[in-house]
């Protein structure tokens, strides 16, 4: 079954879908080996881990592109991904919606900003006219069902927190998005649960939450009263790695090499096991073994370092 299929069966249940961020194939892959029935490629995870640079316009179509294709080749699940506004106008968008979908990821999310566009809790937003924001959606549309009809369309708009936004203009958009062809509807930006229920009452659609940044955090119960199909978490891995390089830093240039070593034999016991094993280097023993003449095999004898498959 094709990935746009899975992830649609996924949204067409009754429990919201949680989709935590990744922001290159490996995080992918640790999300997928949790168990994780879907991930999310985050822009802003992106152009940090990609550039070392801010969400703000900076990371290109052709990096964001290319990241999510490794992404969506490096895992089973399926992924979702941010394409920004489009990288354009709506001819843009045509592309733009091509090379997603034929990089193997599922489904995007389009927002209204202008562009450079940045990160959906920074402030200094703006966003195109509805008209314009209007035809982009359509033309996304149209571009999805020539590619691959089940390739979700999530429609973004920035409008609640953009300069002079509001959040009556933000649900006048997201409805008139979905009648533009979106399957779901992206509010950025809801800061209290007043507004987000009214985000999930006056939108007439399914809802993806961005639980993040300004917006309330909330449990499972609180997202399916609500209505949310769809919630993300795009910062939680990035946060995560940030902090844990950091503090292996610091004792590396504190304490030595023998810091590493330590590290190491704890990351040993972990539930994601050797780093090499966790790398794919028993499947590749696997693969040589099925079509490789069997003297390739020969250059395990007698080798130093891991042995894959522990023979």
Known sequence: MRATARLRQLLATSTPLVVPGCYNALSARVLERVGFPAVYMTGYGTSLSLLGMPDAGLATMTEMHLNARYIANAVRVPVIADADNGYGNAINVIRTVREYAQAGVAGIHLEDQVSPKRCGHVAGRRVISLEEAVGKYRAADAARREV?????????????????????????????????????????????????????????????????????????????????AVT???????????????????????EGPLAEARFAERFEKHPLGNLHTFAGFDQVRAWEESYLPPEELEKYEGGVGHRPGGR
Do not use: W
Not at 152 to 160: K, M, P, Q
Not at 203 to 209: E, M
Not at 214 to 221: A, C, E, H, Q
């Open 148 to 228: 691959d009809p089940d390739f979700v369309l999530i429609a973004r708009t920035d409008a609640r927190g953009a300069h002079g936004g509001s959040l009556d203009e933000a649900i006048r958009r997201a409805n008139a998005y979905l009648e533009s062809g979106a399957d779901l509807a992206f509010v950025e930006g809801p800061t209290s649960l007043d507004e987000l229920g009214r985000v999930c009452r006056e939108v007439k659609g399914p809802i993806f939450y961005n639980q993040t940044g300004v917006s309330p955090r909330l449990g499972r119960d609180q997202m399916a009263g609500l209505g949310i």
């Open 232 to 254: 993300i978490l795009p910062g939680a891995t990035l946060r995560a790695t940030i902090e844990a390089v950091h503090d292996l830093a610091v004792a590396l240039r504190d």
